[in-house]
C-alpha cells in the first residue's frame, strides 16, 4: 500500500520557521517528481513548490519563493518544506504529492497523496 504521511506542522508567529516532512512508503519514489500544495478554508488546492528526481530542479509559488525551501532525500524516501519568515496568508493545510503526469503545478496531475498536515501563523 502506497502511503505518503505528512509531518512538523503547527501553530507558529508571523515571522517564523517551521520544516516539513513527507515520508513515502510502499514504493520508492526516487525516480519521480515530488510537491507540496496547500489549501486554505474557502480556497483551492493550490502549488507550493515542486523537486525533481534527482533534486537538481526545483520550483516555487511566486508567493513564497524566497522564503520556502523544498528538497530531498531519496535514501529515506522522503521530501521536505523548509518554511520560513512565515506569514498569516500561509495558514493552510499542507499536502505532499507525488508523480505527476506533466504540469508539476496542477494538483489533478498527481498520482500520489499525503492526508496533509495543518500550518497555522498568527499575526
Known amino acids: 500500500q502506497v502511503q505518503l504521511v505528512e509531518s512538523g506542522g503547527g501553530l507558529v508567529q508571523a515571522g517564523g520557521s517551521l520544516s516539513l516532512s513527507c515520508a513515502a512508503s510502499g514504493r520508492t519514489f526516487s525516480s519521480v517528481a515530488m510537491g507540496w500544495f496547500r489549501q486554505a478554508p474557502g480556497k483551492e488546492r493550490e502549488f507550493v513548490a515542486v523537486?525533481?528526481?534527482?533534486?537538481?530542479?526545483?520550483y516555487y509559488a511566486d508567493s513564497v519563493k524566497g522564503r520556502f525551501t523544498i528538497s530531498r532525500d531519496n535514501a529515506k524516501n522522503t521530501v521536505y518544506l523548509q518554511m520560513n519568515s512565515l506569514k498569516p496568508e500561509d495558514t493552510a493545510v499542507y499536502y505532499c504529492a507525488a508523480d505527476p503526469d506533466s504540469d508539476y503545478d496542477v494538483w489533478y496531475e498527481y498520482d500520489y497523496w499525503g492526508q496533509g498536515t495543518q500550518v497555522t501563523v498568527s499575526s
Open positions: 523537486i525533481s528526481w534527482s533534486g537538481g530542479n526545483t
